[in-house]
């Protein structure tokens, strides 16, 4: 997952990535399988983040903070800290909608 930071206030007209989340399912790719589409996120705080690959058959629950706060060798490429990895259905549908409420 990439991140940029998309201030008003920054004058750019080019954007560079700020960081790169690495899900632990990346391990598991092969010529076959592609892990790389995330195709639901949302916050459930100002910290946890539920996101899901459609292929993985999993949502991941990982903190934001603890996340950005990993910098090994001060890369960009982060690892998520997974908080969480609750089961749900395993399809090949991409882009089913995750939606969350953090004030509930």
Not at 40 to 62: E, H, P, Q, R
Not at 64 to 83: D, E, G, H, M, Q
């Amino acid at each position: 997952m990439l991140c940029f930071n998309i201030q008003l206030n920054k004058n750019k007209v080019k954007r560079l990535v700020e960081l790169e989340v690495i899900f632990p399912a990346y391990k598991k790719e092969n010529k076959h399988t592609d892990y790389h589409t995330i195709d639901g996120l949302g916050f459930l705080t100002n910290d946890i983040v539920a996101s899901k690959c459609f292929t993985l058959g999993s949502i991941y629950l990982w903190s934001w903070n603890r996340t950005r706060a990993v910098r090994p060798n001060n890369s960009n490429k982060v690892p998520a800290v997974i908080l969480a990895v609750l089961q749900w259905s395993s399809t090949d549908l991409p882009y089913l909608s995750l939606s969350t409420c953090p004030s509930e």
